[in-house]
């Protein structure tokens, strides 16, 4: 019969807490050790060195480059069609202009189409616009009388008008077919077609530039006629003539 006290096995309650104080003794170490592994992997990757290696390798890496150069490529090839589509826009939004511009223009002339304008006529106070007209006609033995005209009145004064007492007068008629040699009868123009006459006698043969009912045209041999509609159209003349 054998003798002395024998330990008796841990209770169940007994076993579970050491195990979990054991887990959690594991868990904590693992959490440090992450912790630090973090705190270092932090500070090379932060550090100047790192940098500096990892974009020499970046750059010396073909790969890396290439993959830049797609990138850079699409893009330059998307902003390409950007731009060929904005150029396309502006062109339409361009021609329209234009189109809209001769249309607009084309139906005030239209409204100038019975107006005349007198150069070089004195101003005189207190003077008739109405009886100046009328003893030009018969200057030029045209019978007229004030029912043949819609409106005659001085045009206001132009800041570019160096003598200011020969404002032209404007006059809205019926027929008009002669004129007195010292007195100047110019068509009332819009201030488009106006420019464009100006700047055809500047650069052209001005007596081959006239206007006919508004429209301005320039002279190039017998029956030959070509309308002037803008600037670009005299600039062709002039490089033909060159």
């Not at 189109?99 to 106070?125: C, E, H, M, V, W």
């Not at 001085?154 to 003598?163: A, E, G, H, Q, Y």
């Not at 301005?216 to 670009?232: D, E, F, G, H, I």
């Given at each position: 019969?054998?003798s002395g006290h024998q330990r008796s096995p841990p209770s169940p309650p007994q076993t579970s807490s050491k195990k979990l104080r054991q887990s959690t003794t594991t868990a904590m170490s693992a959490n440090v050790e992450s912790l630090a592994l973090t705190l270092m992997v932090k500070e090379i990757f932060s550090s100047l060195s790192f940098v500096q290696?990892?974009?020499?390798?970046?750059?010396?890496?073909?790969?890396?480059?290439?993959?830049?150069?797609?990138?850079?490529?699409?893009?330059?090839?998307?902003?390409?069609?950007?731009?060929?589509?904005?150029?396309?826009?502006?062109?339409?939004?361009?021609?329209?202009?234009?189109?809209?511009?001769?249309?607009?223009?084309?139906?005030?002339?239209?409204?100038?189409?019975?107006?005349?304008?007198?150069?070089?006529?004195?101003?005189?106070?207190?003077?008739?616009?109405?009886?100046?007209?009328?003893?030009?006609?018969?200057?030029?033995?045209?019978?007229?009388?004030?029912?043949?005209?819609?409106?005659?009145?001085?045009?206001?004064?132009?800041?570019?008008?160096?003598?200011?007492?020969?404002?032209?007068?404007?006059?809205?008629?019926?027929?008009?077919?002669?004129?007195?040699?010292?007195?100047?009868?110019?068509?009332?123009?819009?201030?488009?077609?106006?420019?464009?006459?100006?700047?055809?006698?500047?650069?052209?043969?001005?007596?081959?530039?006239?206007?006919?009912?508004?429209?301005?045209?320039?002279?190039?041999?017998?029956?030959?006629?070509?309308?002037?509609?803008?600037?670009?159209?005299?600039?062709?003349?002039?490089?033909?003539?060159?």
């Amino acid at each position: 019969m054998q003798s002395g006290h024998q330990r008796s096995p841990p209770s169940p309650p007994q076993t579970s807490s050491k195990k979990l104080r054991q887990s959690t003794t594991t868990a904590m170490s693992a959490n440090v050790e992450s912790l630090a592994l973090t705190l270092m992997v932090k500070e090379i990757f932060s550090s100047l060195s790192f940098v500096q290696q990892m974009c020499n390798s970046l750059l010396t890496s073909d790969l890396f480059t290439n993959s830049i150069v797609i990138v850079v490529k699409e893009a330059v090839n998307k902003s390409r069609y950007q731009v060929e589509d904005l150029k396309f826009e502006l062109k339409k939004a361009n021609d329209n202009i234009l189109l809209l511009q001769g249309q607009t223009n084309d139906l005030a002339q239209y409204s100038k189409r019975k107006d005349l304008l007198l150069y070089s006529i004195p101003f005189k106070q207190n003077e008739n616009t109405y009886d100046i007209v009328l003893e030009l006609a018969a200057s030029v033995e045209l019978q007229l009388n004030k029912n043949d005209f819609y409106a005659i009145h001085r045009l206001p004064i132009s800041k570019r008008d160096k003598d200011k007492s020969r404002q032209a007068i404007i006059i809205s008629f019926l027929r008009f077919t002669d004129r007195n040699k010292n007195v100047f009868i110019n068509e009332h123009l819009t201030p488009l077609n106006n420019h464009t006459f100006q700047y055809a006698k500047q650069n052209l043969n001005k007596q081959q530039v006239f206007t006919l009912n508004g429209n301005v045209y320039y002279y190039m041999s017998k029956a030959n006629y070509r309308l002037l509609r803008s600037v670009p159209d005299i600039d062709g003349l002039v490089k033909l003539d060159e």
